[in-house]
């Protein structure tokens, strides 16, 4: 059974840092995984979707690798903005399970003028 | 391009009663799928639509229903509401195609009292 978790579950960071957002999965058998930013009480904008034969995708100030074998992904946000704070999920698009994914808790960060 | 749309945005129900929420998907996307978001956690995923039929189902009773129009907008319907159904629910839309990404609404806050 395909397991999702992120770590960490928040984080606070001043303005301007560079940041790394983790997230693990049990079973390496997957499509693809996706980063979503969720603001507090909406719904959820899709940020990278990285194939499972791709090692990483970038947009803008984002980049998001992915490591089957060791199943990892990481989000990279680089010179982080008071715009950036949000809820971070990842979910992975399981093997045969087609559009069904599974989904991490989520980690949410804080950014500090 | 209008994204997902959903409605309404908010709902507050009583125990017993039916709802009935509403999805407008991306335009040019065929596969509508709905989820149920309680505070702090991760989307959990109800079903998916494809061609007016439910493809998948995740572990939701049969008092969740669903529909798919021709015109690919979806209804998802909650019979015997119960307190522990209070949460966020989100439509996705998406194309068939696996390596397609989702894209979500902005969810039906639903509140039963």
């Known amino acids: 059974k395909q397991e999702v978790t992120q770590i960490p579950a928040a984080l606070s960071v001043p303005e301007g840092e560079n940041l790394v957002l983790n997230c693990s999965f049990t079973?390496?058998?997957?499509?693809?995984l996706q980063w979503f930013r969720q603001d507090p009480g909406k719904g959820l904008t899709s940020l990278l979707l990285?194939?499972?034969s791709q090692r990483e995708q970038t947009s803008g100030r984002l980049n998001a690798s992915l490591d089957k074998s060791s199943g990892r992904s990481t989000l990279y946000i680089a010179a982080s903005q008071p715009g950036d704070s949000a809820t971070y999920l990842c979910?992975?698009?399981?093997?045969?399970?087609?559009?069904?994914?599974?989904w991490g808790l989520g980690t949410s960060l804080g950014v500090n003028p | 391009d209008a994204g997902v749309t959903q409605s309404p945005t908010h709902l507050i129900k009583t125990r017993g009663q039916q709802v009935t929420l509403r999805c407008s998907p991306k335009?040019?996307?065929?596969?509508v799928s709905w989820y149920q978001q309680a505070l702090g956690q991760g989307p959990q995923f109800i079903f998916q639509?494809?061609?007016?039929?439910?493809?998948q189902r995740g572990n939701f009773p049969d008092r969740f229903s669903g529909h798919q129009f021709p015109n690919y907008s979806s209804e998802l319907n909650v019979n015997a509401l119960l307190l522990g159904d209070s949460a966020l629910y989100l439509c996705?839309?998406?194309?068939?195609?696996?390596?397609?990404?989702?894209?979500f609404g902005n969810g039906t806050r639903l509140t039963v009292t």
């Open positions: 639509y494809y061609e007016e039929e439910e493809r």
């Open positions: 979910a992975v698009n399981n093997a045969g399970n087609n559009r069904k994914l599974i």
């Open positions: 996705a839309s998406s194309l068939r195609r696996y390596n397609s990404p989702l894209h």
């Open positions: 335009s040019g996307h065929d596969t």
């Open positions: 079973d390496s058998a997957i499509y693809n």
């Open positions: 990285i194939q499972s």
